[in-house]
């Protein structure tokens, strides 16, 4: 597609459950970027992936997180044995080059209940 | 460390207003600048950019121009329209911490009225 696809846009799972976000960016850009959003406040980084390599993931919370691209492409952001604090808007982004900016995707939406 | 802070909204403006909203960054390099919007229903948008001092960006009759002295990368529109009604975030990416990571304002809430 022209743009960053996401999937599920919603997700609502139960405490304890493991969830799996996906992310589809834009054909060609090499560099990909999870954020969380929480609810009044702006997206704050996760992790980042230069083709398939995971570069950066200081900003993963706890090792219930983890991300892969392992093709260069589609990423996946999963979360183990979800908590309600996980709750948030879950984006994903990519980008052509540096100091051009991203480009995001809607999001996912993930409760926890 | 790198941190953006954005004017605490809501902002509430009539139709044909002048919009400013601030934003002021602190940066360990030489960072670009951005906005993006988002509106109702939506994911983000890169509204405007600026990669070093004194450039300015510009978009959709938006501007903002970067400010090294000040530290400051204010948004600015001569006369908002109801079609304007959305977030608005401020950035910064550090070309000395990870390639293209974004730090984030908090967001600044826009509701023009007709």
């Known amino acids: 597609g022209a743009g960053v696809s996401q999937s599920p846009r919603y997700k609502v799972t139960k405490r304890g459950q493991d969830v799996a976000l996906r992310c589809d960016p834009i054909s060609g850009h090499v560099s990909l970027y999870w954020y969380r959003q929480a609810l009044g406040q702006g997206p704050e980084f996760l992790t980042y992936?230069?083709?398939?390599?995971?570069?950066?993931k200081s900003g993963l919370p706890n090792d219930r997180f983890s991300a892969e691209r392992p093709e260069g492409s589609i990423s996946t952001l999963t979360i183990q044995r979800t908590e309600q604090r996980d709750s948030a808007m879950y984006r994903c982004?990519?980008?052509?080059?540096?100091?051009?900016?991203?480009?995001f995707g809607q999001g996912t939406r993930l409760t926890v209940v | 460390g790198n941190s953006v802070t954005q004017m605490e909204g809501p902002v509430t403006l009539s139709e044909e207003a002048f919009l400013t909203i601030n934003c002021t960054y602190t940066a360990t390099g030489y960072p670009s600048l951005f906005w993006y919007v988002q509106y109702p229903g939506e994911g983000l948008q890169l509204l405007l950019k600026a990669t070093k001092a004194d450039d300015k960006g510009s978009n959709k009759g938006f501007e903002a121009t970067y400010r090294k002295e000040t530290t400051s990368f204010h948004l600015e529109k001569g006369s908002v329209q109801v079609s304007d009604s959305a977030v608005y975030f401020c950035a910064l990416s550090d070309r000395g911490s990870t390639l293209g990571r974004l730090y984030f304002g908090r967001g600044t809430q826009l509701t023009v009225w007709p």
């Open positions: 982004a990519s980008s052509l080059a540096e100091g051009q900016g991203s480009f």
């Open positions: 992936f230069n083709y398939e390599a995971q570069q950066d």
